[in-house]
C-alpha cells in the first residue's frame, strides 16, 4: 500500500486552500493571529489530515496557536464539509511548523561565517 495517494495528495492541498481562506476570512480569534498554512499531509484513507502552519508571532506563541486552533478544528472542519465535495472530512490536526524560522537562523549563521572568515583574512 502506498504511503501518500495521489487523490490523498490533491485533497490535502484544497484542504490548504481552503484552510488558508477560512483562516483569513471567518476565524476572528486575536489568539490565533496571522496564520500561513505552510503545508497539508492527509492520511491515506483521508480520517487524518495534519496542517503545518506558522504565524507572525513565532514560536514564543506557537504552543497557545495550537491550542486555539485545535479549538477551532471542529468548526474549520464543519465549513471544509460544506466547500468540500468528501464523503468525510479529516480530523484536524494543528502543528506548528518551525522550519521558516529554522532557516533564517541558519542563513544568519552562515553569514555572521561569512563576515568572520573575510575579516581574518584581511
Do not use: C
Not at 33 to 48: N, R
Not at 88 to 111: N, R, W
Request: charged share 25%; net charge neutral.
Amino acid at each position: 500500500m502506498k504511503k501518500h495517494s495521489q487523490r490523498a495528495q490533491r485533497v490535502a492541498d484544497q484542504i490548504q486552500r481552503e484552510l488558508a481562506e477560512l483562516l483569513r476570512e471567518e476565524v476572528k480569534d486575536p489568539r490565533v493571529g496571522q496564520v500561513t498554512i505552510t503545508a497539508v499531509e492527509a492520511s491515506a484513507d483521508l480520517s487524518h489530515a495534519k496542517i503545518f502552519f506558522t504565524q507572525l508571532t513565532g514560536r514564543e506563541h506557537a504552543v497557545e496557536a495550537v491550542e486555539t486552533l485545535q479549538r477551532t478544528a471542529g468548526y474549520l472542519r464543519s465549513a471544509l464539509s460544506r466547500r468540500l465535495q468528501l464523503y468525510s472530512v479529516p480530523q484536524l490536526h494543528f502543528v506548528y511548523d518551525a522550519s521558516i524560522e529554522t532557516g533564517m537562523e541558519l542563513s544568519q549563521l552562515i553569514d555572521d561565517a561569512v563576515a568572520a572568515d573575510r575579516k581574518h583574512s584581511s
